[in-house]
C-alpha cells in the first residue's frame, strides 16, 4: 500500500459535490414541491390513534386534549402522519442524522456543559438516520403554522419558510468550503439581536435547579424534599416504583462518558417523581429524581424519560437495539454541545433516555414571532440545522444537491405552504373525532 493510502479511497470535496448534483435525477428540486395530497392512502386519525400504542392510556386523553388547542399544536404531536406523508414522496437519498421533530418550539435554550447558554434543538425523541429534506420539510411547515397562529399574513409565512431553507443551503455552500473540524464545532453568534431567540435565553437564566426546587418540591414533618402533588401533570413516585427508578440509575452510569460518571458519583438520590410532559410524548412514562450534591442548595434534576421507536423507523427499515441509546447518541451526532449528563437505561422492559432537566431551559413564546421575529427565527433555525446535518452527513453532497438555493427555496416554501394547509385539513378531523367519540380528550389541555 502506498504511503498515505487508507484502506478505501475517500472521494474529493468537488467529487462529492457532483455526487449531490446527480441525486436531482433522482429527485428533482422543482419537484419537492409536490406533496400529491391526491394520492395519500392513511386514514391520519388513524395513524395518530396507532402511534399511541404502547403509552400510559390513561395519560392519552391529556395528549388528546393538548393536541385540540390549534393546527400547530396537533401538528407538533402527529409526527407518524407527516413521516406516512414524506415517506411516500421522492427524496434525495442523501442520509444524516436527522432531529425528525423539527419544529419552531424544538428550538430553544439551554446550559452548555461548560456553563454557558447555548441555542439550539432541545427534543430528540424521533431522531434518526434518514433523507435531510424530511428534517427541512417539517420545519419549514412548522414555520408556517407558527407564523399563522401568531397572526402573520399567508405571504409573511411563506416568506419566512422560503428565507428557512434558503439560509439552509447557503449554510451548507459555507460548511462544504470549510475544514472539517471548524464546521463540526461551529456555533452562531448572533442570538441576543433576535428577540424570539433572546427571550428563550432569558427564560433559561431564570429556569436554575434551585427554581425548579421550589415548583416541583415541598418539604414534609421532618423537613425532608419530597415531590410535591400537582395531578393530572405531576406527582410523587412511591414504593416499588420509585425503588425500580432508582435501581435503574446502575444501569445508566455505564452509559456514561468517564469524567461525567466522576461527578455524578457525588449526588445522591432525595425522591422520585412522575411528570406528563411535552405534547407527542404524553403518555410515555416520564420520571423525574431528584439528587442532592454539595448539600440542599446544589439540587439535580435527573428525567428518565421513556423512548420508543422514531416515528421514522417503519419507512426507514431501521432497527435499533436500545431506544434511549438511539436518542442519546444522534442528539451527540447533531449538537457540538449537548448534555453532560446524557445517557440510557432500561426500566421494566421499557428502554429510557437520561439526561437534566430544566437546567437553565428556555423555549420559543410563540407571541415572540410577530414581526420580524419570525423571519429572524427562520434564519436561525436554517443555520442550526446546516450545522446539524453537516455534522452527521456529507455537507459537500447537500451543497450539490442544493445548489444555490433559489430553487429548493421556492420549492420546498410552497411544499410548506400545501402541507400546512393539509395539517390544518387533519387538525379539523381530529376535532370531529373528538365531537363523535373516536378520541376522549381531558377536559382542560393541563
Not at 227 to 241: I, L, Q, S, T, Y
Not at 382 to 405: T, V
Request: net charge positive; proline share 4%; glycine share 10%.
Amino acid at each position: 500500500m502506498a504511503a498515505g493510502a487508507t484502506e478505501h479511497e475517500v472521494k474529493s470535496r468537488d467529487q462529492r459535490i457532483e455526487d449531490g448534483k446527480k441525486r436531482r435525477e433522482r429527485a428533482s428540486r422543482a419537484g419537492q414541491r409536490d406533496l400529491r395530497a391526491d394520492q395519500r392512502r392513511f386514514d391520519p386519525i388513524e395513524v395518530v390513534l396507532k402511534s399511541a400504542q404502547g403509552r400510559l392510556e390513561r395519560l392519552l386523553p391529556i395528549k388528546y386534549a393538548r393536541m385540540a388547542v390549534s393546527p400547530f399544536a396537533f401538528f407538533r404531536g402527529a409526527v407518524p402522519v407527516m413521516a406516512a406523508d414524506l415517506a411516500r414522496l421522492p427524496h434525495s437519498g442523501i442520509g444524516v442524522q436527522i432531529c425528525g421533530d423539527a419544529h419552531v418550539q424544538n428550538l430553544g435554550s439551554f446550559a452548555a456543559p461548560d456553563g454557558r447558554l447555548v441555542f439550539d434543538f432541545n427534543d430528540f425523541d424521533e431522531t434518526i438516520h434518514g433523507p435531510w429534506e424530511w428534517d427541512v420539510k417539517r420545519m419549514a411547515a412548522s414555520i408556517v403554522l407558527a407564523g399563522r397562529e401568531a397572526g402573520h399574513k399567508t405571504s409573511g409565512c411563506h416568506s419566512a419558510a422560503e428565507i428557512f431553507v434558503q439560509r439552509y443551503c447557503d449554510s451548507m455552500a459555507e460548511f462544504a468550503g470549510e475544514p472539517l473540524l471548524i464546521v463540526a464545532r461551529h456555533q452562531i453568534h448572533r442570538e441576543q439581536r433576535i428577540e424570539p431567540v433572546s427571550a428563550a435565553l432569558r427564560q433559561s437564566q431564570r429556569a436554575t435547579p434551585l427554581e425548579a426546587l421550589k415548583k416541583f418540591t415541598e418539604k414534609d414533618g421532618h423537613g425532608n424534599r419530597r415531590f410535591r402533588d400537582g395531578r393530572p401533570v405531576f406527582w410523587r413516585a412511591k414504593g416499588d416504583e420509585a425503588r425500580a427508578v432508582l435501581a435503574s440509575l446502575q444501569l445508566y452510569r455505564k452509559s456514561l462518558r468517564h469524567e461525567s460518571l466522576h461527578l455524578f458519583s457525588f449526588f445522591r438520590p432525595i425522591d422520585v417523581g412522575f411528570k406528563v410532559v411535552g405534547t407527542g410524548s404524553v403518555g410515555m412514562r416520564d420520571y423525574v429524581v431528584l439528587m442532592e450534591g454539595n448539600g440542599p442548595t446544589d439540587p439535580l434534576f435527573l428525567q428518565v424519560k421513556q423512548e420508543m421507536p422514531s416515528a421514522w423507523a417503519p419507512h426507514l427499515r431501521v432497527v435499533y437495539d436500545h431506544q434511549g441509546q438511539r436518542t442519546a447518541e444522534g442528539q451527540r451526532a447533531i449538537q457540538p454541545v449537548s448534555d453532560l449528563l446524557l445517557g440510557w437505561t432500561t426500566l421494566g422492559g421499557h428502554q429510557f433516555l437520561v439526561r437534566q432537566l430544566n437546567d437553565h431551559k428556555g423555549t420559543i413564546d410563540l407571541t415572540k414571532l410577530r414581526g420580524g421575529g419570525l423571519e429572524s427565527l427562520a434564519m436561525v433555525a436554517g443555520e442550526l440545522m446546516a450545522r446539524g446535518h453537516a455534522r452527521s452527513g456529507d455537507a459537500c453532497m447537500i451543497h450539490g444537491y442544493c445548489g444555490n438555493g433559489t430553487k429548493l427555496a421556492r420549492a420546498i416554501g410552497e411544499f410548506a405552504a400545501e402541507y400546512a394547509n393539509q395539517a390544518e385539513a387533519d387538525y379539523e378531523a381530529f376535532l370531529k373525532a373528538i365531537q363523535g367519540g373516536r378520541i376522549k380528550v381531558a377536559k382542560a389541555a393541563a
